[in-house]
C-alpha cells in the first residue's frame, strides 16, 4: 500500500514534556515537576461568568475573529499594561491558545525556505510548526553564562538574506530567562536593518519578577509593524483548559492568520470567551496573588539548590528554573530517568526543548509548596548519591 503519512510529520519528534508526564501518571506516590501547568484553579468570579454564559445559553459560535467585547477588553488590557496598541476590530484575533497563534503566524507569513530564528532551549511548538509550514527553523543556542538571554551578537551571527522571522520567547519557558529594555534595545538596528518580522510570545508576561516588570518589544520604535504579539490567559489567569490566547498585529498579517482560522478552527470557545472578559476586567488582584505565591517558590528553589551545591543561574520570569546537571557526566534524560525510578519525581530533560538544553533539567515550580519541598528533599538525596558514586568510582 501506498504510505498514507505526510514525510514532513513524520520526521517530527513528538513532544519530550509529554513522555515523563505520561510514565508519571501510572507511578504510585509519584511527584511532578514536568508540567507547566498552575496548581491554582481559575478564579471564582472568572468560573462564574463562565457558568453564566452557560445558563443564559451563550452557546453558539462567535464572530471568527472573537467576541467583540474580549476584543475590545484585550486592547485596553495591553495599552493600560505594556503600552501597546492596537485596533480590536482589524489587529486583534482570539484563538484556541497562544499555540494556535504561534501555528497560523507561521503558516500566513512563511514561504518555503524561509528562515526562522528560534532562540534555544525554548517552547517545544516552534520548530515543528514552522517546519509544517514549510519555513527553516535556525535554532540560536542560547547560553547559560549570558542568563540565556539573546545577544545582540548571537542575532547578528544567525541572519541570512533567507531570514524572514525572529522568535523570542521570553520570558522563557524552560529556563525562565527574561529580556529586559536595554536587551531588547540592543537587537533593534539588526531588526530593522535586515528587515526582520518578530514574534514574541508574552504567554508568561505578568510572570515576570524583576524590579521593573515586562517589557514587549512590539512597545518599542520601528517595532509595532514588523511584530506579531502573542499572548493568552493560560498562565497568567490559571485558565489553561479553557484554551484561550490571543494575537494582535499588523493587518495585513493579521488578516491572512483569520482566513486560515476560519476554515480549521471556525472561532474560540465561546464559553471561555465570556470568562476571559471577566478575567481582564476583574483579574488583576489575582493574578498579583499568584505572582507572589511563584516568586516565594522561585526563591525557595534557588536557595535549596544553593544548599545542595546544584549549579543554577536566577531566573525571573514564568514558573521554571533550570539547573544544570553536567558534574554528574550523565546526559539530561539519563539523569531524569534514574531520578523518576530512584526517587519517583519527574523532571523533563532540558534536550525536549533543544539540543543546546543538554545538560540541564527543566523544572516547574507551578506546584505547592508542599510538593516542591518533599521533591528537593528526595533530589538532594540523589545528588548525594550520585555524588558519593562518583567519589568511590574515583578512588578505585
Not at 51 to 73: D, V, W
Not at 159 to 164: A, G, Q
Request: proline share 5%.
Amino acid at each position: 500500500m501506498r504510505n498514507p503519512l505526510s514525510k514532513v510529520i513524520t520526521e517530527i519528534e513528538p513532544s519530550g514534556i509529554r513522555k515523563f508526564f505520561d510514565i508519571v501518571s501510572e507511578m504510585k506516590d509519584a511527584i511532578s515537576l514536568g508540567v507547566g501547568e498552575p496548581d491554582f484553579d481559575t478564579p471564582w468570579h472568572i468560573r462564574d461568568e463562565g457558568i453564566y454564559s452557560l445558563e443564559k445559553g451563550r452557546t453558539f459560535y462567535t464572530s471568527n475573529a472573537g467576541l467583540k467585547e474580549l476584543k475590545t477588553e484585550i486592547t485596553k488590557y495591553l495599552a493600560r499594561k505594556y503600552d501597546l496598541h492596537y485596533d480590536c476590530n482589524t489587529e486583534t484575533l482570539v484563538t484556541v491558545g497562544g499555540s494556535e497563534a504561534i501555528d497560523l503566524a507561521f503558516r500566513a507569513m512563511l514561504d518555503p525556505g524561509d528562515e526562522v530564528l528560534i532562540p534555544q532551549p525554548s517552547y517545544v511548538s516552534y520548530l515543528p510548526c514552522v517546519r509544517l509550514a514549510g519555513g527553516v527553523p535556525v535554532p540560536i543556542e542560547l547560553k547559560e553564562e549570558n542568563q540565556f538571554r539573546l545577544t545582540r551578537e548571537e542575532l547578528a551571527a544567525a541572519v541570512t538574506p533567507r531570514t524572514k522571522i525572529l522568535v523570542l520567547p521570553f520570558p522563557n519557558n524552560p529556563t525562565g530567562a527574561v529580556m529586559e529594555k536595554e536587551d531588547l534595545e540592543s537587537l533593534l538596528d539588526i531588526i530593522v536593518g535586515n528587515d526582520l518580522y518578530v514574534l514574541t510570545d508574552e504567554i508568561y508576561a505578568e510572570l515576570t519578577y524583576t524590579e521593573d516588570g515586562h517589557v514587549s518589544i512590539a512597545s518599542m520604535p520601528g517595532m509595532r509593524d514588523r511584530t506579531i504579539y502573542i499572548n493568552g490567559f493560560s498562565k497568567a489567569f490559571a485558565m489553561t483548559g479553557w484554551r484561550l490566547g490571543y494575537v494582535c498585529g499588523p493587518e495585513l498579517i493579521i488578516r491572512e492568520m483569520l482566513k486560515i482560522h476560519q476554515f480549521a478552527i471556525m472561532c474560540a470557545p465561546t464559553t471561555s470567551q465570556y470568562a476571559a472578559v471577566e478575567a481582564l476586567k476583574n483579574g488583576d488582584d489575582d493574578v498579583a496573588m499568584m505572582r507572589e505565591a511563584y516568586n516565594g517558590r522561585r526563591r525557595y528553589l534557588i536557595h535549596r539548590f544553593r544548599e545542595m551545591g546544584l549549579k543554577c543561574f536566577e531566573p525571573y520570569g514564568a514558573f521554571y528554573i533550570f539547573p544544570s546537571i553536567q558534574e554528574f557526566g550523565m546526559s539530561s534524560e539519563e539523569f531524569a530517568m534514574r531520578f523518576l525510578d530512584e526517587e519517583k519525581v519527574a523532571v523533563v530533560p532540558g534536550t525536549a526543548f533543544g539540543a543546546c538544553g543538554e545538560g540541564f533539567l527543566r523544572i516547574s515550580y507551578a506546584y505547592s509548596l508542599d510538593a516542591l519541598k518533599e521533591a528537593l528533599d528526595r533530589l538532594e538525596r540523589f545528588v548525594q548519591k550520585l555524588r558519593t558514586e562518583d567519589s568511590s568510582l574515583q578512588g578505585v
